[in-house]
């Protein structure tokens, strides 16, 4: 069956900082996908971004990048020069191709201290 | 477009009392879920649809029962309320996810205390 583990409950780095958050996976499928989602203290949950497991290009979005290495089954989200409006609970998730269940890991609450 | 939308908000039960959780989505997703959050158990999957008429079993769908008569809503129901259903339970649905691709969109979450 599917595992998402996101290892760090909860981090807290000052402004400005850089700030990785670990996910790691299991799955038997050779083809899934990977999601990483944002939950501001709003409530909402909000995506972030999409991986196939047959690209494993690294991805930027402005202060966001994701890291996705098959060889140790991870997707790691990595926040650069961080501001307090990225204090959030962050999820990774994954969907396998053959099954219909999209597996949340625990989530990472981020706190960026000003 | 709405979206996701739950009702009710918030709901206060007591032990044993039953109650029923509405999802509706306007977008003609085929796919929809139900999850629970709890503090450091991040979001689980309790039950999903993968079409009108469908339901399936998540992780943890014990003490709960859902129905998708409609395709656009996804009804989650509780029997008979325990203080461990005390949770955050959020809605969300996709075009279809066969491929696995597809990105969910999620309501805006129930908050449910059982006393």
């Known amino acids: 069956a599917q595992k998402v583990t996101q290892a760090q409950t909860e981090i807290s780095v000052v402004e400005k900082e850089d700030v990785t958050l670990d996910c790691v996976y299991e799955t038997r499928d050779t083809t899934y996908y990977l999601f990483w989602y944002k939950q501001p203290p709003s409530g909402e949950l909000v995506f972030l971004i999409r991986r196939n497991s047959f690209d494993e290009q690294n991805e930027i979005s402005g202060r966001y990048s994701w890291n996705f290495q098959k060889s140790t089954s991870s997707f790691n989200f990595t926040i650069t020069a961080s501001q307090v409006v990225d204090s959030a609970v962050y999820f990774c998730?994954?969907?396998?191709?053959?099954?219909?269940?999209?597996?949340f890991g625990k989530g990472t609450r981020l706190h960026i201290l000003p | 477009n709405a979206g996701v939308t739950q009702t009710p908000k918030f709901r206060v039960l007591k032990t044993g009392q039953s109650m029923t959780l509405l999802c509706a989505q306007d977008m003609n997703h085929e796919y929809m879920y139900w999850y629970r959050q709890d503090p450091g158990m991040g979001l689980r999957l309790i039950h999903y649809?993968?079409?009108?008429?469908?339901?399936a079993k998540g992780e943890v769908p014990d003490g709960y029962n859902v129905s998708r008569l409609k395709k656009q809503n996804f009804l989650l129901g509780l029997e008979s309320a325990a203080p461990s259903q005390t949770s955050v339970y959020f809605c969300a649905s996709t075009i279809n996810s066969f491929s696995g691709a597809n990105v969910l969109t999620f309501g805006a979450g129930s908050r449910l205390t059982v006393l």
């Open positions: 998730a994954l969907s396998e191709v053959r099954d219909d269940k999209i597996i």
């Open positions: 649809s993968v079409g009108e008429g469908t339901t």
